[in-house]
Nanobody, 124 residues
Framework: QVQLVESGGGLVQVGGSLSLSCAVSGGTFRGYSMGWFRQAPGKEREFVATISRNGATTYYANSVKGRSTISRDNAKNTVYLQMNSLRPEDTAVYYC?????????????????WGQGTQVTVSS
């Protein structure tokens, strides 16, 4: 059974930085494209970033482009999301997700495997 476990969330001040990690076990990590999504209180879950199987292709939501970097280490079965210049509107539960078909896609429905999420709170 494939499991995704996010970590690295927490409380950070406006303008600060945070690095999220998602460790994948029980599957063939290098065979998955990976995505990050987030859900703020009272809002629907939204796309943040995605990365291809080999890490060569990335795609970001406009809301985080230029402030965030998605990366992966296939030797460690882990995907990362580095977030800088954080804003109060970045406050959300952040989820990582895996697409076994390897698509680089912002569509939530394309991801079959999800983690439990990690809370990020940006305080002003």
């Amino acid at each position: 059974q494939v499991q995704l476990v996010e970590s690295g969330g927490g409380l950070v001040q406006v303008g600060g930085s945070l690095s999220l990690s998602c460790a994948v076990s029980g599957g063939t990590f290098r065979g998955y494209s990976m995505g990050w999504f987030r859900q703020a209180p009272g809002k629907e879950r939204e796309f943040v970033a995605t990365i291809s199987r080999n890490g060569a292709t990335t795609y970001y939501a406009n809301s985080v482009k230029g402030r965030s970097t998605i990366s992966r280490d296939n030797a460690k079965n882990t995907v990362y999301l580095q977030m800088n210049s954080l804003r109060p509107e970045d406050t959300a539960v952040y989820y990582c997700a895996a697409d076994p078909l390897g698509r680089v896609t912002p569509r939530e429905r394309d991801y079959d495997i999800w983690g439990q999420g990690t809370q990020v709170t940006v305080s002003s």
